[in-house]
């Protein structure tokens, strides 16, 4: 008789060895691997990958599960298997986390540490937060968007009533938005519970990227953001979270507290003319109304990133850059990038 299955872990991959890391990391830290499963989604006809696979499970029983598709085109199209993975989740699963495939579990028995808190709530709502930003909070809905916990831990039951990890890029912002307007409901709807125990590494975004392939998520991001909060996605949430507090309150007909659409529209306008800004990045080299329109326009123009790059090749090689970039940490970081490996 098979080992029920009581944590599932989520993820996209298509890079073998660092899947294979990431699943060292799960097999040398957990106290009862059986009881764990991780469900993957690969593009289709990846050879490498599910030879991979296959060669992990035969250590490791029934430990993968995975999905082939053709979804993801370019990175903005991540998200979009998440959702068919959810609904791949064993059934006796307690637990549910999304992952990256650059993450290192550090913690002895963590999966331990995670069952331990199945009980913690009747009703069995909760998240477990686990990543970096674990204690952060959050007094500005943009601020999900930018800063989520990106690796909790949710109940089955959280996301079987949300009934989705995302309907548009980032399955964290979107859970962390749910979790921002559940708490506006009252303190006593807040079900985030903070683990001090558990820790990752790997737990930076594109890291590890060319110069071209940078900004070419940074055009990604700057529209996925705008999607995230916009009317329509910022509803969905306001809806989930609607959903987990009837059931936490036991109130079929409590008052929905709703959302304004023209404060929505209107907010992402102003803010788009000091995006980063508002987007956490106070010190940011785009810091005027003038440049903020440039960059808009850049992000709805893909033929440019030829013409950008030379540009800052060319202001990098005159010495013109750390000119431009006075904060000389961030002048740092970006000729760090420029240098990371050659610019095609």
């Given at each position: 008789m098979s080992t029920k299955k009581l944590i599932s872990i989520h993820l996209n991959s298509n890079k073998p060895k660092s899947l294979e890391k990431f699943i060292t990391s799960i097999v040398h830290n957990s106290q009862n691997l059986e009881n764990i499963e991780i469900l993957v989604s690969i593009d289709k006809n990846d050879m490498k990958m599910i030879d991979t696979i296959k060669q992990i499970n035969c250590n490791k029983k029934d430990l993968i599960r995975y999905i082939e598709t053709d979804l993801i085109k370019t990175f903005a199209d991540a998200w979009k298997p998440l959702n068919i993975l959810l609904e791949k989740t064993s059934s006796s699963v307690i637990f549910i986390s999304c992952m990256s495939d650059d993450v290192r579990f550090l913690t002895k028995n963590w999966d331990a540490k995670i069952r331990g808190y199945e009980n913690y709530y009747k009703d069995k709502i909760c998240r477990i937060r686990c990543s970096k930003f674990k204690t952060e909070t959050y007094k500005d809905i943009w601020e999900?968007?930018?800063?989520?916990?990106?690796?909790?831990?949710?109940?089955?039951?959280?996301?079987?009533?949300?009934?989705?990890?995302?309907?548009?890029?980032?399955?964290?912002?979107?859970?962390?938005?749910?979790?921002?307007?559940?708490?506006?409901?009252?303190?006593?709807?807040?079900?985030?519970?903070i683990d001090k125990d558990i820790q990752f590494s790997g737990q930076e975004v594109s890291s590890n990227l060319n110069f071209k392939t940078r900004l070419e998520r940074s055009r990604i991001y700057y529209k996925a953001f705008f999607i995230l909060m916009s009317y329509k996605v910022q509803s969905s949430a306001n809806n989930s979270a609607y959903e987990l507090i009837k059931i936490i309150s036991g109130n079929d007909n409590l008052e929905k507290k709703l959302l304004s659409r023209i404060k929505i529209y209107y907010t992402n306008f102003i803010r788009r003319l000091n995006f980063f800004y508002y987007r956490g990045s106070p010190e940011h080299f785009i810091?005027?109304?003038?440049?903020?329109?440039?960059?808009?326009?850049?992000?709805?123009?893909?033929?440019?990133?030829?013409?950008?790059?030379?540009?800052?090749?060319?202001?990098?090689?005159?010495?013109y850059l750390e000119k431009i970039i006075s904060d000389k940490k961030k002048f740092k970081k970006i000729q760090k990038i420029i240098n990371y490996n050659e610019i095609s």
């Amino acid at each position: 008789m098979s080992t029920k299955k009581l944590i599932s872990i989520h993820l996209n991959s298509n890079k073998p060895k660092s899947l294979e890391k990431f699943i060292t990391s799960i097999v040398h830290n957990s106290q009862n691997l059986e009881n764990i499963e991780i469900l993957v989604s690969i593009d289709k006809n990846d050879m490498k990958m599910i030879d991979t696979i296959k060669q992990i499970n035969c250590n490791k029983k029934d430990l993968i599960r995975y999905i082939e598709t053709d979804l993801i085109k370019t990175f903005a199209d991540a998200w979009k298997p998440l959702n068919i993975l959810l609904e791949k989740t064993s059934s006796s699963v307690i637990f549910i986390s999304c992952m990256s495939d650059d993450v290192r579990f550090l913690t002895k028995n963590w999966d331990a540490k995670i069952r331990g808190y199945e009980n913690y709530y009747k009703d069995k709502i909760c998240r477990i937060r686990c990543s970096k930003f674990k204690t952060e909070t959050y007094k500005d809905i943009w601020e999900c968007g930018y800063k989520p916990d990106s690796y909790a831990f949710y109940s089955k039951r959280w996301l079987q009533t949300v009934n989705k990890w995302n309907p548009c890029i980032g399955p964290d912002t979107f859970q962390e938005c749910i979790a921002y307007y559940m708490r506006n409901y009252g303190r006593k709807y807040n079900r985030e519970i903070i683990d001090k125990d558990i820790q990752f590494s790997g737990q930076e975004v594109s890291s590890n990227l060319n110069f071209k392939t940078r900004l070419e998520r940074s055009r990604i991001y700057y529209k996925a953001f705008f999607i995230l909060m916009s009317y329509k996605v910022q509803s969905s949430a306001n809806n989930s979270a609607y959903e987990l507090i009837k059931i936490i309150s036991g109130n079929d007909n409590l008052e929905k507290k709703l959302l304004s659409r023209i404060k929505i529209y209107y907010t992402n306008f102003i803010r788009r003319l000091n995006f980063f800004y508002y987007r956490g990045s106070p010190e940011h080299f785009i810091n005027s109304k003038f440049k903020n329109i440039i960059f808009f326009l850049w992000c709805y123009s893909n033929f440019t990133d030829q013409y950008v790059i030379k540009i800052i090749k060319f202001l990098s090689k005159k010495k013109y850059l750390e000119k431009i970039i006075s904060d000389k940490k961030k002048f740092k970081k970006i000729q760090k990038i420029i240098n990371y490996n050659e610019i095609s």
